[in-house]
């Protein structure tokens, strides 16, 4: 399923339509973005899978440069894909978002473009400047995604907006029971948790190794942040960062 259509000239915009499509494929997973010369494998009939994608597509991003309106002859040419894309975007009743490319890219004129193309020049376009690519990417990202419901759904940066005291899985891969809370109290498997801050942990009995190599028995551990505790445990636990590594048989 294609969700966004990059529509660009090439020699005028297709380094940004790389970036765009760079971005959003980030954001949005690639194969929700079709840009031509990524998206049509080698041995494909081009016209059949360009325009199936565009009829698949959500919304169209025309990459304007500042040479644009310059290819007249092109722009004028029925054969011209540029123009054939718009068209039939036209034709599709598919919303068009013209990204002028660059500081001195104006807005479009209705006057330097074809009968058959001057919609364009009524429509809202976005600025995307070179001197701040981050930024302009990101507004992108942000209008595609305003346009096109199933995208925020999809959307890899939505977490950066979580509000505060928000709590998410940051354990990783984990054997056994786990339990990650902002704020918890209870039970769990033996151990006890009191309080929500400054209150007594109890880890109840039993062995405990985290974030080590150990040989049980052998009582080989290594690694800072390793904690080991046999039996039953009540009191202070604490690390040392940032010295020297000493090796496991080092009794200095």
Not at 42 to 52: C, E, F, N, S
Not at 96 to 101: C, F, G, K, S
Not at 123 to 131: M, N
Not at 217 to 229: A, N
């Amino acid at each position: 399923m294609t969700d966004v259509f990059i529509n660009y000239r090439t020699g005028d915009g297709e380094k940004t339509a790389a970036l765009i499509d760079q971005e959003l494929s980030r954001r949005f997973g690639s194969d929700r973005i079709f840009r031509a010369s990524k998206s049509v494998a080698p041995g494909q009939a081009y016209p059949d899978v360009l325009l199936r994608g565009l009829r698949r597509s959500a919304v169209l991003l025309a990459v304007i440069g500042p040479d644009w309106t310059n290819f007249q002859a092109r722009l004028r040419d029925p054969e011209d894909w540029v123009r054939k894309e718009i068209q039939e975007a036209f034709t599709c009743e598919l919303p068009i978002v013209p990204v002028l490319d660059g500081r001195k890219t104006d807005r479009l004129n209705k006057a330097d473009l074809p009968d058959e193309l001057a919609r364009l020049a009524d429509l809202q376009s976005v600025p995307f400047g070179t001197h701040d690519t981050e930024a302009g990417l990101k507004r992108l990202g942000d209008v595609v995604a305003d346009m096109v419901p199933g995208l925020r759904d999809l959307d890899r940066d939505a977490t950066s907006s979580l509000l505060p005291d928000t709590v998410t899985n940051s354990i990783g891969d984990v054997s056994g029971t786990a339990v990650q809370s902002r704020d918890f109290t209870g039970d769990v498997g033996g151990t006890v948790i009191k309080g929500t801050s400054g209150g007594t942990i109890h880890t109840g009995r039993g062995d405990i190794y985290q974030n080590s190599r150990h040989v049980s028995g052998g009582r080989h551990f290594t690694g800072d942040g390793m904690t080991y505790f046999e039996g039953d445990h009540q009191g202070d636990i604490r690390h040392r960062f940032g010295g020297a590594d000493r090796q496991e048989d080092d009794g200095r």
